[in-house]
Nanobody, 125 residues
Framework: QVQLVESGGGLVQAGGSLRLSCAANGRTFSTYAMGWFRQAPGKEREFVARITWRSATTLYADSVKGRFTISRDTAKNTVYLQMNSLKSEDTAVYYC??????????????????WGQGTQVTVSS
């Protein structure tokens, strides 16, 4: 079992920045990669970014590439999402997720077996 707790969401003006954190507890040694997804009202949950736990290899959605940075601190069992140049279309609930099996399809929700409760990010224009 892996428990994930997100924090850092809030209200920010367009062009601003936020940093999300996701603390992992439990069987964290079995985590292969961590990901961030987001879900806006009326839309499906979509992939944002992913980082492998050991090598810190990263992957981003095209919509956030160059603006968002995912990182991890293995000593703290925490993954971060630094979000810069935020746009109104970034408004969503952001979820942290853990892949403990090393799936090959990296951008789909079913590759992640554990999820946090989500944190709201609202970008005002």
């Amino acid at each position: 079992q892996v428990q994930l707790v997100e924090s850092g969401g809030g209200l920010v003006q367009a062009g601003g920045s936020l940093r999300l954190s996701c603390a992992a507890n439990g069987r964290t040694f079995s985590t292969y990669a961590m990901g961030w997804f987001r879900q806006a009202p009326g839309k499906e949950r979509e992939f944002v970014a992913r980082i492998t736990w050991r090598s810190a290899t990263t992957l981003y959605a095209d919509s956030v590439k160059g603006r968002f940075t995912i990182s991890r601190d293995t000593a703290k069992n925490t993954v971060y999402l630094q979000m810069n140049s935020l746009k109104s279309e970034d408004t969503a609930v952001y979820y942290c997720a853990a892949d403990v099996e090393g799936h090959t399809l990296l951008r789909i929700t079913t590759s992640y077996g554990y999820w946090g409760q989500g944190t709201q990010v609202t970008v005002s224009s």
